[in-house]
Every structure is written in C-alpha cells, then in structure tokens.
C-alpha cells in the first residue's frame, strides 16, 4: 500500500479546487477537511472510494444528472443503474461531526423550533438547519423508507416540504415474529416489495426523463451480488483469532455498499478488504496486535470521536469486530433473469444494515447479538444508544439482559448524541468504557 | 342517572360496563392505535378498548426499559402493565404506528406478558400496494383472532359490525356540527368524555346512549360566555382536564384533529365493499396520523377547512414531550398557519397532566391575543 503522500495528496486537492455551487460549498468544506485529516493515513482503496464520493457530486452537477438524495439505510443500485446520482444523506452528519461543524446547523434547527436531540435525530436534523441557511445540498430528487424510524421518516419530509423537491416514499413492511416459523420474509413480503420497486422505477423514469436499461439493470445486480459474496466473506473472516483487521475496516463494506452498491467502485473496494483480511490470516497479522478483548459494537459508531476505536485498541489492546452498519450481511441472490433482479433488490432493501436487525420484532435484534457473540468470541458488548433513536434504545435493556443470561457476557449501555459531542463528552465516554472494562471485562 | 354521568362512569380505565361485559363471559382486548380496525374484534364478540394509563404517576420501570427519551404514554403503559392494572385484559393487539408503541409491545412481551398479544402492521402510505398489503395483514389478524378464541367471525358478522360502527361515526360527526353554531350546545370537555366512554362501552349500548345524548344536547342552550373558538390539534389526549384548562380560560374548544377526535370516526367503512378490503382502505385512507409519510398535505388542509367550517380563531397544538412524528409535523402546520396569519399556541405535554401553571399562564396570554385581534 502506498502512502497518502504529498503527490497523492495534492492530486485530491486540485482535484477539490473549482466552484461546487453555492449548495455544495459545505460538501466542499468537508471533502477539504476529511483530506486533510487523512493526510497521514495510507492510501487504500477504500479512502480512494470516499474521497470519490465526494467528487462525484460536483461532477454530476456539472454533467446535468439528476441527483437524488437517500437516506443511510437504502442501497442506491437501482440509481445507479439508471445513471442517475445517489447522495447519501447522513455523510453530511456523519462526515461533519468529527469536525464539530455539526453544532452550527443543530443549534439553527433548535432556533427555528425544529426538534431538539432527544426527539429528533441528529443524523437528519442538520439537514434542516443547513438548508435554511444555505448550505445544504439540494437534490433534484427524495427517496427515504419508512424505515426504520419516524424520526428519519418525519425529518425527510419536512425537508421535502420546504425545500419543494418531488419525494418517493417506500414502505418498510413489519412483521410478526412467530416462534414456530421465524421466518424473516414470506412470498407475499417479497412480492409487495417488488411492487414498491417498479412503482419507484416508474417515478424515477417520470421525474428524471430517462429510461431504466435492463441491461445496465442485469449488470448493476450482478455487480451487486459479486461485492454481497466478498463482504460474506470478510464477515466470515473476522471470526479468526486475532481479528485479522482493525476496528474500523467493517465500516469499509457498508460505506462501499450504501454509496456505491451496484458499481465497478463498490465491487472494487469490498474486494479489496475481503483480500486484505485474507493476506493479513496468511500472514499471521492481526487488526489489534497483541488483541485482548474483543467487542461487539451493535449499533452506529459515535461519528464525533474519530480517534475512539483507536483509543480502544491502543489502550486496551481491545478491537471492534464490526459495528451494526459495517456488519452488512445481505445474501447474494440469482440474478439470472429481470424478475430475479427485481427480487435480488427486494430482498436487499429487506436485509440492508439496520433495516434487517431493527424493522421488526426485538427478536431480530436479539438473535442478530446473540449470533453476533457466539460466532465472533466476542468478549463483551458496548451499544453507545443515541438518546433520540427510539426504535433501538428503548430495545437495548431487554436484549443486554437476554444475552448477559443466554451467553454470561457482560453489556454497557450509554446514552449519547453520536453526532453531537456536546451532549455526553468523548471524555465521559472514554470514562465510562474503561470503567466498563477494567472493572467487569478484564 | 343522566347521560352525562352515565358516560363518566365510562371513563376510568375498568368500569362497570367493562366489568358486566366480563361477567358474561365474554372477552376484552386492549388496543393500541386507532389504525387497528376495532371492527374486527368486536365482530368476534370480544370488547375492543383502548390502551391508555391513566391514574400513572412515576414511571421508574418505564423509563429503565423504555429509556427517559420515550414519550410517557408508553412509559406509563409498561409501568401500569408491571403493577397489574391491566390484569382484567385478555390480551393486547398492538401495531407499528410510531417506534415507542412497537417498542413498547416488545417490552410488555417480554416483562409484563399478557395471555394473548398480536401486531399489525400497517403501512405507512396509501396506495393500492398497500392497501392491498393491509387487507392481507388484516386477513391474518382475523385468522389468528379466530384461531385463538375459537370463534368464527362470519362476514355477515363483520358487515354487521361495520354498520354499527359507522352509526357511531354518523352520531359523532351530527355531535360535532353542532359545535359549529355561533354557541355550541356541547363543549370540548363533554365532547371528549363522550369519545372516551366511546371505547369501553359495547357498541350497541354506545350509539343508544349517543342517539339520546344527541337529541338532549341539541335542545340545550348554547355556550355565549367564551372568549375564542379553538381547534385543537395532536397526538393522543384523552385527559378531559387538560381540555378544561383551556375552556376554563374562555377557550371553547370547537373542533379538533386528535387521536381520539376526529381522527377516531371522522371517515366512514364503505359498506359495499367486501368488509376486510373497505377496512383496509378506510383504515389506510382516513383523516391520516403524521406515520402516514403521504399524508402531510392532507392533514393540513383538512386543519384549514375545520378552522374555516367551525370558525376557529386560534389553533392549539399539544404534542406529547419526544414524540418525533408530531414535532416534525406541528412545525410544518405552524408554518402553513403562518402564512394565512391564524394565531397558534404550542404545548409540549407528557402523558400526566403536569405543570398546569405554566399551561394556564400560557393559555391566558393566547386567549388575550386571540380577543385583541
């Protein structure tokens, strides 16, 4: 691997230069800035992907595509198969809160009277502040699910409302968990999926004037399908001992996988860790020298401390298998005819990263921890809640004690705002884990 | 006994009519959201009634499972759950219309389980998918119902029931024109103790008492004594109290677009349907909660057309305290109540009635803005 050097670095940087519009002059700032704070870091491919998702925007605007805005839970193959560009939401949140710029449109949506943390969540509500002052980007087109919270759901309609932009809306379906057949979709399920998938392709031909190519469809599920094997197997991967990969590395997948499911790119970068966790087992290299504890980390990770999961591994010799974002385990599916396509991306959206674990009965979530424990050794289990994530926080309790009892492992539970530190500090974060784990894991 | 005192003995949580219904033998589910078609349970000769918690006063349980950042209604129902008040229910049905109650029906499953506990799920926009997807959700609560209680439920038996049902929604939309005379003859306070005898009372009973109640207070004097006409608008309140504040104050509240107002009854089963495909789509398509992600534009304009039909002068909005979906959604009704300049008040409330002074002080200042214009 070669390093960020100065030549690399200057390439992304002129790269950078221009105007971006005045809607993506905070897009702008935050490509500038997560630049410069990766300036030391090797250049993977994976830093590669992210810093073209960045570029892609300002191109796309340029080249006349029609850009449409998603939330974190959707993968955007079928945007992509339709070349239209996919703007992933929460990288504005998640990308401004390691350099606390989230705080500004925060507080501006507290002035106008939109929400407040525990209520709304931070990883939408900055859309809100930022757009009345100017700085949001603005799509041409919305796309969110109903899923899996009213917070997101509420969030991207207001957003809708005041920014006039036309929205498609897809229904997350619920369903009942039947001990005798927990089954985790039924025929009917995938078929009414299906149905809310050609009714988001005929909007999406309707407002963007553009025709879906099956082709391009075939390919774009096949794509798909290839980076679904490589991240199965990379999950499967990081059950050795040591864990072959740092903290963070699970996160690549999904990142890949929300922004560019479906391309050459995604392909490419899910690849790419899949070989590395392969080389890193061959030759003997683990993600945490020396790893000592080894944690499940069932929820998002708190996006304003950068540095915690090194913190975690380099004073605790601890590592973070995968967080329930990074831990993407969709199926690959047939992808043989146009109809099995249209299934492979119902099941998808059904499987995606939170919608799996969180759209349905707390048995879901509690069999996805259990296995999670079983299978990867894990030593303990730390769910950072956010305080306004309703769905998840008001399930942890009841979870912590099924595992403590099923498994004997222990569970920290904490409150905070992951993209806000202003509500619980990254010190009395740090505080309360290595109380955590040195009192009761060590 | 009058009307009026028949209908309050209906009121608390388990009442006589609760408990006569019980002494013949015959069952009671409590249910969560007014998505769920009480129809279909009353149709298997089983007494819907709503969830509520009244008479909670500390949620420590609540707040250690659902965490203090979920509104207090849940709270307060696992709460009463863990004290056994709800010990006289045969079971619980419960659906995913907002985060905190499907939580909450996770958390009564596996802390406070009931003998028998289902959830629908509903879809969270109208379409013919959808509808088609609910008639099919519908279809396999009915299945279960039957299976579980051992009762068949015939469709002449759910024709019938829906007929009743839309009697009560007949009498209650009469009930609630009358409130759009210059002095209405029944005020908010009375309207809501109505709709909450409404969901305890078996229907039959219900719409004799409504028929009768109908023909006394249209003969009664009007109300001339208040200051303004209100609308008031938000998530669920089935606190009679809270309504008074703001009638003792001179604000006559004169329509409403609540859990339990008009959002319970205002749009009818059509009854030429087949009866699960006309419950699916009445259910989907009535006066809509802010879950329903379409429904925005909807919700508003019907919140326009009352304000003009019942000529309102200011609309109150009450939310429950952490509720997402009615923050987001008052924030885009304030904004359209901006731009046609109608005075609104905005409440943040927990399930309790709590800080009633602050409340008053509020209300007070409104009522005066209301009168000066």
């Given at each position: 691997m070669k390093k960020l050097d100065i030549e690399i670095y200057n390439k992304y940087k002129k790269l950078g230069r221009g105007n971006w519009g005045k809607d993506l002059s905070m897009w702008k700032m935050m490509y500038m800035g997560i630049l410069y704070q990766r300036k030391d870091e090797e250049f993977t491919t994976i830093l590669e992907l992210l810093f073209n998702i960045f570029l892609d925007l300002p191109k796309a605007r340029k080249e006349g595509k029609t850009i449409i805005m998603h939330p974190f839970n959707y993968g955007p193959e079928i945007f992509h198969a339709m070349n239209l560009e996919p703007l992933m939401q929460e990288l504005f949140s998640v990308g401004l809160a390691p350099l606390h710029l989230n705080?500004?449109?925060?507080?501006?949506?507290?002035?106008?009277?939109?929400?407040?943390?525990?209520?709304?969540?931070?990883?939408?509500?900055?859309?809100?502040?930022?757009?009345?002052?100017?700085?949001?980007?603005?799509?041409?087109?919305?796309?969110?699910?109903?899923?899996?919270?009213?917070?997101?759901?509420?969030?991207?309609?207001?957003?809708?409302?005041?920014?006039?932009?036309?929205?498609?809306?897809?229904?997350?379906?619920?369903?009942?968990?039947?001990?005798?057949?927990?089954?985790?979709?039924?025929?009917?399920?995938?078929?009414?999926?299906?149905?809310?998938?050609?009714?988001?392709?005929?909007?999406?031909?309707?407002?963007?004037?553009?025709?879906?190519?099956?082709?391009?469809?075939?390919?774009?599920?096949?794509?798909?399908?290839?980076?679904?094997?490589?991240?199965?197997?990379?999950?499967?991967?990081?059950?050795?001992?040591?864990?072959?990969?740092?903290?963070?590395?699970?996160?690549?997948?999904?990142?890949?996988?929300?922004?560019?499911?479906?391309?050459?790119?995604?392909?490419?970068?899910?690849?790419?860790?899949?070989?590395?966790?392969?080389?890193?087992?061959?030759?003997?290299?683990?993600?945490?020298?020396?790893?000592?504890?080894?944690?499940?980390?069932?929820?998002?990770?708190?996006?304003?401390?950068?540095?915690?999961?090194?913190?975690?591994?380099?004073?605790?010799?601890?590592?973070?298998?995968?967080?329930?974002?990074?831990?993407?385990?969709?199926?690959?599916?047939?992808?043989?005819?146009?109809?099995?396509?249209?299934?492979?991306?119902?099941?998808?959206?059904?499987?995606?990263?939170?919608?799996?674990?969180?759209?349905?009965?707390?048995?879901?979530?509690?069999?996805?921890?259990?296995?999670?424990?079983?299978?990867?050794?894990?030593?303990?289990?730390?769910?950072?809640?956010?305080?306004?994530?309703?769905?998840?926080?008001?399930?942890?309790?009841?979870?912590?004690?099924?595992?403590?009892?099923?498994?004997?492992?222990?569970?920290?539970?904490?409150?905070?705002?992951?993209?806000?530190?202003?509500?619980?500090?990254?010190?009395?974060?740090?505080?309360?884990?290595?109380?955590?784990?040195?009192?009761?894991?060590? | 006994m009058c009307m009026m005192e028949k209908i309050e003995q209906a009121i608390p949580l388990f009442n006589n009519w609760i408990a006569n219904w019980k002494n013949e033998g015959k069952k009671v589910l409590g249910y969560f959201c007014s998505y769920i078609p009480e129809e279909i349970i009353y149709a298997a000769d089983i007494l819907p009634i709503r969830m509520r918690a009244r008479g909670c006063t500390d949620t420590p349980m609540g707040d250690a499972y659902m965490t203090p950042t979920t509104c207090s209604f849940t709270r307060c129902c696992l709460e009463l759950a863990n004290r056994k008040q709800y010990d006289f229910l045969d079971g619980i049905i419960s659906c995913n219309c907002c985060d905190q109650v499907r939580r909450l029906y996770d958390n009564l499953r596996y802390k406070t389980p009931f003998p028998y506990h289902y959830i629908i799920g509903i879809p969270g926009y109208v379409s013919n998918t959808t509808i088609d997807w609910f008639k099919h959700e519908l279809s396999k609560f009915k299945k279960k119902l039957e299976y579980e209680f051992n009762i068949a439920i015939s469709q002449e038996k759910l024709k019938k029931t829906i007929y009743m049902y839309n009697k009560s929604r007949t009498l209650l939309k009469e009930l609630y024109m009358l409130r759009k005379r210059d002095n209405p003859p029944v005020s908010g306070t009375e309207i809501i103790k109505i709709l909450l005898a409404g969901i305890s009372i078996p229907r039959e009973q219900f719409n004799e008492i409504l028929e009768l109640e109908l023909k006394q207070i249209n003969k009664k004097n009007g109300i001339s004594d208040y200051r303004a006409r209100v609308m008031l608008v938000g998530s669920m309140l089935d606190e009679p109290e809270y309504i008074g504040i703001i009638e003792n104050l001179g604000g006559l509240v004169v329509i409403d677009s609540l859990c339990f107002g008009t959002r319970y009854f205002w749009d009818l089963v059509?009854?030429?349907?087949?009866?699960?495909?006309?419950?699916?789509?009445?259910?989907?398509?009535?006066?809509?909660?802010?879950?329903?992600?379409?429904?925005?534009?909807?919700?508003?304009?019907?919140?326009?057309?009352?304000?003009?039909?019942?000529?309102?002068?200011?609309?109150?909005?009450?939310?429950?305290?952490?509720?997402?979906?009615?923050?987001?959604?008052?924030?885009?009704?304030?904004?359209?109540?901006?731009?046609?300049?109608?005075?609104?008040?905005?409440?943040?409330?927990?399930?309790?009635?709590?800080?009633?002074?602050?409340?008053?002080?509020?209300?007070?200042?409104?009522?005066?803005?209301?009168?000066?214009?």
């Open positions: 705080e500004t449109y925060i507080d501006f949506s507290n002035k106008i009277g939109f929400g407040d943390n525990p209520t709304l969540c931070n990883a939408q509500r900055p859309l809100i502040g930022s757009f009345m002052q100017g700085a949001a980007p603005i799509p041409d087109l919305l796309f969110f699910l109903s899923t899996p919270c009213n917070s997101l759901a509420m969030t991207y309609q207001v957003f809708e409302n005041l920014a006039k932009i036309p929205a498609f809306n897809m229904d997350v379906p619920y369903w009942a968990y039947e001990q005798q057949a927990s089954e985790f979709y039924d025929d009917k399920t995938v078929e009414y999926m299906v149905k809310q998938i050609k009714d988001l392709i005929s909007w999406l031909e309707q407002e963007s004037k553009q025709k879906l190519n099956y082709e391009n469809f075939q390919q774009t599920m096949k794509n798909v399908n290839q980076a679904r094997e490589y991240i199965l197997e990379f999950n499967e991967l990081l059950k050795t001992v040591p864990c072959p990969m740092p903290s963070q590395a699970g996160f690549g997948n999904y990142l890949a996988m929300v922004t560019r499911g479906g391309t050459d790119d995604a392909v490419k970068a899910t690849k790419w860790l899949r070989d590395t966790a392969v080389e890193n087992i061959k030759n003997g290299i683990a993600g945490v020298p020396d790893e000592k504890i080894r944690i499940a980390w069932p929820y998002t990770h708190v996006f304003f401390d950068a540095d915690l999961l090194t913190w975690l591994e380099e004073t605790f010799k601890a590592v973070v298998i995968m967080d329930l974002l990074g831990f993407y385990q969709v199926l690959p599916h047939d992808t043989s005819t146009i109809d099995k396509c249209y299934e492979s991306l119902a099941l998808g959206t059904l499987d995606f990263s939170m919608v799996g674990t969180c759209r349905g009965p707390i048995e879901y979530y509690i069999e996805f921890l259990l296995n999670y424990v079983k299978d990867y050794k894990i030593d303990c289990v730390i769910m950072p809640m956010q305080f306004a994530c309703k769905h998840a926080y008001a399930m942890a309790r009841v979870t912590s004690e099924v595992v403590r009892e099923e498994t004997g492992i222990p569970v920290l539970i904490f409150g905070c705002d992951p993209y806000d530190s202003r509500e619980v500090t990254s010190e009395a974060i740090r505080t309360r884990i290595s109380e955590f784990l040195t009192q009761i894991v060590l | 059509d009854e030429t349907l087949d009866p699960l495909e006309a419950l699916a789509k009445r259910y989907l398509s009535k006066i809509s909660c802010p879950r329903m992600t379409d429904g925005h534009l909807k919700r508003a304009e019907f919140m326009m057309d009352m304000i003009k039909e019942f000529k309102v002068d200011g609309v109150i909005f009450q939310r429950m305290k952490f509720c997402p979906l009615w923050w987001a959604e008052i924030f885009m009704l304030r904004n359209k109540l901006k731009e046609d300049h109608i005075p609104f008040l905005d409440l943040e409330r927990e399930y309790v009635l709590s800080g009633a002074g602050a409340m008053k002080t509020r209300v007070q200042t409104f009522m005066e803005i209301l009168e000066t214009r």
